[in-house]
């Protein structure tokens, strides 16, 4: 199975899906990320998802369950690079991504963490 | 009854009294337009249709260059109905153009009591001719009219640059579902290609905004928020505040502002800029 890195830079884990997501992929991710937010204590998860094409609820909920995860080690997560059919997708299957915060892309997902630390 | 001899015949008389009969079709074409067209110039078109009229009559039935004609006679008159449709005339005169061929053959021959027969089947090609003109003059409104409306579509959804990092969609016009999905895929894109982190939907111009159409906006918002950028809803009319209130459609925490001028300086204060006197 294929594994998802996550890079830390300074406080920030950086996480950039560059694969098909697969729903074990993004559980694996999950645990992973979870298990590196006690290692390094970081204060913030930028998820980059520019090069995914499609997302479909399970995956939408799974984003929005390790943003909640992350919250819950003080981390906030910022969804960076979504891309408009993906975006179009999700709020037709009726998932706003309720406390996930989105950017346009990893310099501003990085501008709005160091903003509101 | 020999038709193939009669039709033979008739584009005998037909060739005989060729100036007489293109001359008075063209006189009866011009006065059915209500001379929107001079003479000369309905000559010149009807002449071509009345040769190959003669050709398609005098060739044998099915093969061979009878055949030929009548394929290129369908071409002509299909261009005639194409031209008449696009420069606005009605069906009903694009048709007499080719039924009034008949009217002017039968001034001539109703002294020739003999040929008859021959009219009765000229008199069908002609029908079926009308006809043809009649199908491809529609055929022919009908691509306007859907060149139109894809056309008015694609003009009526610019996305504007307000400032940097703030962009407009003014929304002209009733919104339905083709023109919000239109909007929607627009508007993101322009997110992603401008780097914009701020978006005003300015609905000045939608007449009526009812359940589906907020349900619409609500959408494009939500999607735009996925992506990161920050909507802002303006150009809400009194009336439209007055039908959103009574249907209790809940914005949520949809910023909305009354004018695109708010929603500019909203967003402006957003992005941390602020505009003063210079």
């Known amino acids: ?117 | 009854m020999d038709v193939d001899g009669s039709q033979a015949r008739m584009a005998a008389f037909l060739r005989d009294h060729q100036d007489k009969i293109v001359g008075r079709w063209s006189e009866l074409v011009v006065a059915g337009v209500r001379g929107r067209s001079s003479v000369v110039e309905a000559r010149r078109e009807l002449e071509d249709i009345y040769s190959l009229i003669i050709a398609v009559m005098s060739g044998p039935g099915e093969a061979g260059p009878g055949e030929q004609a009548r394929v290129e006679l369908r071409a002509v008159l299909a261009e005639f109905s194409r031209s008449r449709a696009r420069s606005g005339f009605a069906p009903g005169e694009t048709a007499l153009g080719v039924f009034s061929l008949k009217e002017a053959v039968y001034e001539l021959i109703a002294d020739a009591a003999d040929l008859m027969p021959e009219f009765l089947a000229f008199s069908r090609l002609i029908d079926n001719l009308g006809l043809y003109t009649f199908e491809s003059y529609a055929a022919a409104r009908e691509r306007i009219i859907t060149d139109q409306a894809t056309s008015m579509l694609e003009l009526s959804t610019p996305v504007v640059r307000l400032w940097d990092g703030i962009i407009a969609v003014p929304l002209v016009g009733t919104l339905d579902s083709a023109r919000t999905q239109l909007v929607m895929e627009k508007l993101l894109e322009t997110l992603v290609a401008t780097g914009a982190d701020h978006a005003v939907l300015d609905i000045t111009g939608v007449p009526t905004v009812d359940t589906e159409v907020a349900q619409h906006l609500l959408k494009t918002v939500n999607a735009a928020r996925l992506l990161g950028a920050e909507c802002t809803v303006s150009g809400i009319r009194p009336q439209v505040a007055q039908t959103i209130v009574s249907l209790g459609i809940e914005f949520g925490d949809i910023a909305t502002k009354a004018t695109l001028a708010d929603a500019l300086a909203h967003a402006l204060s957003r992005a941390g800029l602020k505009v003063g006197p210079a």
Do not use: C, H, W, Y
Request: charged content about 20%; overall charge negative.
């Open chain 1, 1 to 117: 199975m294929e594994r998802v890195p996550i890079l830390k830079i300074g406080s920030t884990l950086f996480v950039s899906i560059q694969i098909d997501l697969q729903d074990e992929t993004v559980i694996r991710l999950q645990e992973d990320l979870a298990t590196e937010l006690v290692a390094t204590r970081a204060t913030g998860v930028i998820i980059d998802i520019t090069a995914v094409e499609i997302v479909d609820s399970f995956i939408g909920r799974m984003l929005t369950m390790i943003g909640s995860i992350s919250r819950l080690f003080d981390a906030e997560t910022v969804l960076v690079g979504m891309r408009p059919a993906v975006a179009i997708t999700l709020t037709e299957l009726g998932l706003s991504l309720r406390g996930v915060r989105t950017a346009l892309n990893a310099e501003k997902g990085l501008e709005l963490l160091s903003g509101s630390s």
